[in-house]
């Protein structure tokens, strides 16, 4: 019974690993969702925010404008 069972010692133990394994990936999505919001507040809050954030991001430009990406060497 300690074994074969499906309720066996091995079976509850891979269990409980794999509940530890998925409260850490619940708290990490809370957190990626909590500053989610966070940064969503931030762009809508103010139309500057959102260009900021768009020609960073995204490299969006005007259509008077030229951009140049530097890409540094990590040597």
Request: net charge positive.
């Amino acid at each position: 019974m300690t074994f074969f069972d499906f309720n066996s010692l091995t079976s509850l133990i891979k269990i409980n690993k794999d509940v530890r394994v998925l409260k850490k990936e619940a708290a990490f999505y809370k957190k990626e969702i909590e500053q989610a919001r966070q940064q969503r507040t931030y762009l809508f809050s103010n139309p500057d925010n959102l260009e900021k954030f768009a020609r960073e991001k995204y490299m969006m430009k005007k259509d008077d404008e030229d951009v140049f990406i530097i890409v540094e060497n990590k040597k």
